[in-house]
């Protein structure tokens, strides 16, 4: 019976909202980030490389040069890095917490260090202004990596960070199943621009999207998600090999996709807040911030005790990852002999165990809310 009313419901995503094709020209964006410089790229991974790039260039001296970043990532880091002629040094996350041990960072430095990738993740921020201070080396630029958000509110946004890059990939906050952005002050080494399309390219393009948003229903995602040769989420290395233009037929709709973003309701997010907070060790990082969480993300004490419920929970089909499920230096194809390792990273190989993240996109219904709250209840008490 089980089994049954879980192949009826269906699995859902971990991430993702529909994609909006409605096109409008727009200088949305631009009014964000007024007097900064856009450059507008293939991926989020390309804005990053950009910046690394930009970075370089105004230090020519350095041979060989370095930038930190943490040791629970994405492996899109290391390939940006590498990409733009750094060695990614990794430096451990501060205990039970999302971002840096500053501590750890600071001996992570060297006279070989150009820049710092400051994560934030999921939507919790890390303190660009607290890290400036802890670094104590205005010739270290920051790199806030903004992938995994995007603003909430069409207000003009400001930061200590030298740079700033987003994401519209897949699952992204803002979702155009590609393309990427990179803030700066002045202009990169290169700008890509926006590619010129065809009508064939752009009409293959919309029905991409067309399809994606079938998949997104629970029902659909089920064969995805339920089939094992798939490894459907699996964390994995992927070399960066070309910095492009922003995707053609995409800009168009950014306009209506930033709205949409902004439209949607915060039901399921709201509620994990309030019901999860006892339990939830990045609870206070959590609530410092009134920012959109693009996942809702849950520390428990205990390796056992976040395996039981991811078991549950996905035994359900209510969408729970491990994000990247290990740190850095035991992704699958990360080319471990070109990093460099500071110190331990034992806090963030602990977070890693005990970590998931609970889906909050605009697919989460109230009663995907109940099922999850009570299986948490039953599993943690």
């Known amino acids: 019976m089980d089994t049954l009313r ?6 859902l995503p971990p991430a993702g909202n529909r994609i909006a094709l409605s096109t409008a020209e727009s200088n949305a964006v631009q009014s964000l980030f007024p007097d900064r410089v856009l450059s507008w790229t293939n991926s989020g991974t390309s804005a990053l490389a950009l910046a690394l790039l930009a970075i370089r260039r105004d230090a020519p001296e350095v041979d060989q040069p370095e930038v930190i970043i943490p040791a629970y990532c994405c492996p899109d880091l290391v390939s940006a890095a590498l990409y733009a002629g750094y060695t990614p040094v990794f430096s451990d996350l501060a205990k039970d917490r999302c ?5 750890a960072l600071k001996r992570a430095l060297s006279e070989r260090t150009l820049a710092v990738i400051a994560i934030n993740f999921l939507g919790v921020a890390e ?3 607290s890290l400036r201070v802890a670094l104590n080396r205005p010739s270290v630029a920051i790199i806030e990596d903004n992938a995994q958000w995007f603003p ?13 890059t987003f994401s ?9 199943l590609g393309g990427g952005l990179l803030v700066s002050s002045n202009d990169p080494p290169r700008q890509p621009g926006t590619a010129k399309g065809s009508a064939l390219q752009r009409g293959l393009y919309y029905g991409k999207c067309m399809a994606y948003n079938t998949l997104l229903h629970p029902t659909m995602y089920q064969a995805l998600a339920r089939n094992p040769w798939l490894r459907l989420g699996e964390t994995r290395y992927h070399e960066h ?3 492009e233009a922003f995707p053609a037929g995409q800009a168009h709709l950014v306009r209506a996709n930033i709205q949409t973003y902004w439209s949607h309701e915060r039901r399921a997010e709201k509620s994990y807040r309030k019901h999860l907070a006892a339990i939830n060790l990045l609870a206070p990082q959590i609530e410092a911030s009134e920012e959109r969480l693009l996942r809702y993300p849950l520390l428990l004490e205990s390796r056992e005790t976040r395996n039981a419920l991811l078991h549950k929970l996905n035994e359900r089909g209510l969408g729970a990852t491990t994000l990247y499920s290990d740190t850095i230096d035991r992704v699958n194809d990360v080319p471990q002999q070109r990093l460099r390792q500071a110190g331990d990273n034992a806090n963030a190989a602990s977070f890693a165990q005990r970590f998931l993240t609970l889906p909050v996109h605009e697919g ?3 009663h995907h809310i109940e099922r999850t709250l009570t299986v948490i209840d039953c599993v943690v008490g």
Do not use: C, M
């Open 99 to 103: 971002h840096y041990d500053q501590e």
């Open 152 to 164: 909430s509110k069409p207000q003009v946004q400001t930061t200590a960070a030298d740079y700033q």
């Open 241 to 243: 090999t070309s910095i």
């Open 364 to 366: 989460v219904k109230a």
């Open 168 to 176: 519209f990939g897949r699952g992204k906050p803002v979702n155009l």
């Open 127 to 129: 303190p660009i202004k």
């Open 6 to 11: 879980a192949l009826s419901e269906g699995v």
